[in-house]
Protein backbone atom coordinates (compact mmCIF):
# COMPACT_ATOMS: atom_id res chain seq x y z
CA UNK A 1 0.00 0.00 0.00
CA UNK A 2 0.85 3.52 0.10
CA UNK A 3 3.61 5.13 2.45
CA UNK A 4 2.78 8.78 3.40
CA UNK A 5 4.91 10.67 5.40
CA UNK A 6 6.47 13.84 7.12
CA UNK A 7 9.86 14.79 7.84
CA UNK A 8 9.03 16.77 11.14
CA UNK A 9 6.11 16.25 13.42
CA UNK A 10 6.04 19.71 14.90
CA UNK A 11 7.00 23.45 13.11
CA UNK A 12 7.48 26.23 14.75
CA UNK A 13 7.87 29.71 12.76
CA UNK A 14 7.23 33.10 14.02
CA UNK A 15 4.56 35.56 12.33
CA UNK A 16 5.55 36.57 9.07
CA UNK A 17 8.26 34.22 8.53
CA UNK A 18 7.94 31.51 5.84
CA UNK A 19 6.84 28.37 6.49
CA UNK A 20 7.93 24.95 4.42
CA UNK A 21 6.24 21.50 5.44
CA UNK A 22 7.49 18.38 3.43
CA UNK A 23 6.36 15.37 2.87
CA UNK A 24 7.73 11.99 1.07
CA UNK A 25 5.42 9.36 -0.51
CA UNK A 26 6.59 6.05 -2.12
CA UNK A 27 4.19 4.60 -4.69
CA UNK A 28 5.67 5.95 -7.66
CA UNK A 29 2.60 5.71 -9.79
CA UNK A 30 0.67 7.96 -7.69
CA UNK A 31 -0.68 10.78 -9.66
CA UNK A 32 -2.73 13.15 -7.76
CA UNK A 33 -1.62 15.00 -4.28
CA UNK A 34 -3.36 17.20 -2.02
CA UNK A 35 -2.20 19.07 0.64
CA UNK A 36 -5.08 19.18 3.64
CA UNK A 37 -5.40 21.94 6.63
CA UNK A 38 -6.86 20.58 9.92
CA UNK A 39 -8.07 23.37 12.73
CA UNK A 40 -8.65 21.60 16.08
CA UNK A 41 -12.23 20.44 16.36
CA UNK A 42 -12.70 20.20 12.43
CA UNK A 43 -12.46 18.14 9.28
CA UNK A 44 -9.72 18.86 7.01
CA UNK A 45 -9.72 21.23 4.86
CA UNK A 46 -8.63 21.08 1.22
CA UNK A 47 -5.73 23.85 0.66
CA UNK A 48 -4.10 22.68 -2.55
CA UNK A 49 -3.75 20.02 -5.15
CA UNK A 50 -0.87 19.11 -7.97
CA UNK A 51 -1.07 16.76 -10.36
CA UNK A 52 2.09 14.39 -11.49
CA UNK A 53 2.62 16.25 -14.86
CA UNK A 54 3.05 19.42 -13.12
CA UNK A 55 5.81 20.60 -10.53
CA UNK A 56 4.90 23.49 -9.11
CA UNK A 57 1.51 24.94 -8.07
CA UNK A 58 0.74 28.30 -6.37
CA UNK A 59 -2.22 29.40 -4.57
CA UNK A 60 -2.95 32.59 -2.43
CA UNK A 61 0.20 32.64 -0.33
CA UNK A 62 0.69 28.89 -0.32
CA UNK A 63 3.02 27.06 -3.10
CA UNK A 64 3.26 23.55 -3.56
CA UNK A 65 6.24 21.51 -5.12
CA UNK A 66 6.32 18.19 -6.61
CA UNK A 67 9.57 16.14 -6.80
CA UNK A 68 8.86 12.74 -8.43
CA UNK A 69 12.13 11.80 -8.81
CA UNK A 70 12.84 11.67 -5.14
CA UNK A 71 8.99 11.17 -4.44
CA UNK A 72 9.11 14.18 -2.61
CA UNK A 73 6.70 17.01 -2.26
CA UNK A 74 6.49 20.45 0.23
CA UNK A 75 4.26 23.08 1.04
CA UNK A 76 5.45 26.39 1.25
CA UNK A 77 3.28 28.90 3.22
CA UNK A 78 4.20 32.98 2.19
CA UNK A 79 3.87 35.34 5.22
CA UNK A 80 2.72 32.65 7.70
CA UNK A 81 -0.44 34.78 10.15
CA UNK A 82 -1.74 33.30 13.32
CA UNK A 83 -4.43 31.90 11.67
CA UNK A 84 -2.00 29.63 10.07
CA UNK A 85 -1.34 27.52 13.19
CA UNK A 86 -3.03 24.12 12.47
CA UNK A 87 -2.11 20.50 11.34
CA UNK A 88 -1.15 19.86 8.03
CA UNK A 89 -1.57 16.96 6.42
CA UNK A 90 -0.15 15.36 2.41
CA UNK A 91 -2.35 13.32 1.08
CA UNK A 92 -2.01 10.91 -2.00
CA UNK A 93 -4.29 9.76 -4.41
CA UNK A 94 -4.03 6.31 -5.79
CA UNK A 95 -7.62 4.99 -7.64
CA UNK A 96 -10.12 4.83 -5.13
CA UNK A 97 -7.92 5.73 -2.11
CA UNK A 98 -7.12 8.79 -0.30
CA UNK A 99 -3.89 8.22 1.99
CA UNK A 100 -2.53 10.51 4.19
CA UNK A 101 0.37 11.31 5.99
CA UNK A 102 1.06 11.63 9.87
CA UNK A 103 0.50 15.55 9.81
CA UNK A 104 2.87 18.62 10.91
CA UNK A 105 1.46 20.51 13.75
CA UNK A 106 2.38 24.24 12.68
CA UNK A 107 2.73 27.03 15.33
CA UNK A 108 2.94 30.36 14.27
CA UNK A 109 4.35 32.59 17.34
CA UNK A 110 4.08 36.58 17.22
CA UNK B 1 -25.66 24.67 3.87
CA UNK B 2 -23.14 22.09 5.30
CA UNK B 3 -21.61 19.45 2.35
CA UNK B 4 -20.64 16.77 4.51
CA UNK B 5 -22.80 16.47 7.87
CA UNK B 6 -21.79 13.52 10.17
CA UNK B 7 -24.60 13.14 13.46
CA UNK B 8 -23.65 13.14 16.36
CA UNK B 9 -20.33 15.23 17.03
CA UNK B 10 -19.64 13.12 19.92
CA UNK B 11 -20.76 9.69 21.28
CA UNK B 12 -19.64 8.45 24.70
CA UNK B 13 -21.12 4.54 25.09
CA UNK B 14 -19.81 2.36 27.24
CA UNK B 15 -17.93 -0.94 26.11
CA UNK B 16 -19.59 -3.60 24.41
CA UNK B 17 -22.54 -1.52 22.79
CA UNK B 18 -23.62 -0.83 19.35
CA UNK B 19 -23.56 2.02 18.27
CA UNK B 20 -24.54 4.17 14.69
CA UNK B 21 -22.71 7.37 12.93
CA UNK B 22 -24.72 8.95 10.04
CA UNK B 23 -23.39 10.76 7.18
CA UNK B 24 -24.75 12.59 4.14
CA UNK B 25 -23.25 14.75 1.39
CA UNK B 26 -25.59 17.42 -0.85
CA UNK B 27 -22.40 17.57 -3.81
CA UNK B 28 -23.44 15.11 -5.76
CA UNK B 29 -20.19 13.14 -5.05
CA UNK B 30 -19.76 9.47 -6.14
CA UNK B 31 -17.24 8.50 -3.67
CA UNK B 32 -17.63 8.28 -0.03
CA UNK B 33 -15.14 7.71 2.36
CA UNK B 34 -14.98 6.69 6.44
CA UNK B 35 -11.80 7.59 8.28
CA UNK B 36 -10.17 7.51 11.84
CA UNK B 37 -7.96 9.57 13.53
CA UNK B 38 -6.41 8.46 16.27
CA UNK B 39 -5.13 10.30 19.22
CA UNK B 40 -1.69 11.07 17.54
CA UNK B 41 -3.64 12.59 14.42
CA UNK B 42 -2.91 10.17 12.42
CA UNK B 43 -6.17 9.69 9.81
CA UNK B 44 -6.28 6.27 8.81
CA UNK B 45 -8.55 5.00 5.56
CA UNK B 46 -11.02 2.44 7.11
CA UNK B 47 -13.25 2.38 3.92
CA UNK B 48 -14.53 3.69 0.32
CA UNK B 49 -17.60 3.62 -1.50
CA UNK B 50 -18.52 4.41 -5.25
CA UNK B 51 -22.00 4.42 -5.72
CA UNK B 52 -22.98 2.80 -2.81
CA UNK B 53 -20.95 -0.10 -3.66
CA UNK B 54 -17.94 -1.00 -1.33
CA UNK B 55 -14.42 -0.24 -3.27
CA UNK B 56 -12.04 -0.25 0.03
CA UNK B 57 -12.04 -1.70 3.41
CA UNK B 58 -8.76 -1.58 4.82
CA UNK B 59 -8.78 -4.47 7.45
CA UNK B 60 -11.32 -2.99 9.36
CA UNK B 61 -12.54 -5.56 11.99
CA UNK B 62 -16.11 -6.97 11.09
CA UNK B 63 -17.39 -5.36 13.96
CA UNK B 64 -17.56 -2.14 11.47
CA UNK B 65 -20.25 -2.24 9.09
CA UNK B 66 -20.68 0.63 6.69
CA UNK B 67 -23.85 1.14 5.07
CA UNK B 68 -24.80 3.11 1.97
CA UNK B 69 -28.82 2.66 1.08
CA UNK B 70 -27.59 5.70 -1.58
CA UNK B 71 -25.16 7.83 -3.14
CA UNK B 72 -25.82 10.26 -0.46
CA UNK B 73 -25.40 8.79 2.76
CA UNK B 74 -22.52 6.58 4.01
CA UNK B 75 -23.56 5.33 7.82
CA UNK B 76 -21.30 3.57 9.88
CA UNK B 77 -22.11 0.83 12.73
CA UNK B 78 -20.32 -0.38 14.95
CA UNK B 79 -21.24 -3.29 17.26
CA UNK B 80 -19.35 -4.45 20.34
CA UNK B 81 -17.68 -1.44 21.31
CA UNK B 82 -14.21 -1.57 22.26
CA UNK B 83 -11.93 0.88 24.00
CA UNK B 84 -9.45 1.05 21.67
CA UNK B 85 -12.39 2.12 19.21
CA UNK B 86 -12.25 5.56 20.65
CA UNK B 87 -11.18 7.86 18.45
CA UNK B 88 -12.48 10.93 16.01
CA UNK B 89 -14.14 9.32 12.72
CA UNK B 90 -14.60 11.61 10.10
CA UNK B 91 -16.99 10.83 6.97
CA UNK B 92 -15.37 12.38 3.84
CA UNK B 93 -16.90 12.49 0.39
CA UNK B 94 -15.27 13.16 -3.69
CA UNK B 95 -16.33 13.08 -7.11
CA UNK B 96 -14.04 11.05 -9.65
CA UNK B 97 -13.31 8.04 -7.66
CA UNK B 98 -11.68 10.99 -5.51
CA UNK B 99 -9.08 12.07 -8.18
CA UNK B 100 -10.09 15.44 -6.74
CA UNK B 101 -10.61 16.99 -3.91
CA UNK B 102 -12.14 15.17 -0.75
CA UNK B 103 -14.55 17.06 1.46
CA UNK B 104 -14.95 16.19 4.52
CA UNK B 105 -17.17 16.12 8.09
CA UNK B 106 -16.51 17.86 11.20
CA UNK B 107 -15.97 14.42 12.70
CA UNK B 108 -17.73 12.20 15.67
CA UNK B 109 -15.32 11.98 18.60
CA UNK B 110 -15.92 8.53 19.89
CA UNK B 111 -15.17 7.57 23.73
CA UNK B 112 -16.06 4.43 24.62
CA UNK B 113 -15.69 3.83 28.41
Known amino acids: GESVGLHLPTLSVQEGDNSIINCAYSNSASDYFIWYKQESGKGPQFIIDIRSNMDKRQGQRVTVLLNKTVKHLSLQIAATQPGDSAVYFCAVNSGYALNFGKGTSLLVTP | DTAVSQTPKYLVTQMGNDKSIKCEQN?????MYWYKQDSKKFLKIMFSYNNKELIINETVPNRFSPKSPDKAHLNLHINSLELGDSAVYFCASAEVGGRVEAFFGQGTRLTVV
Open chain 2, 27 to 31: LGHDT
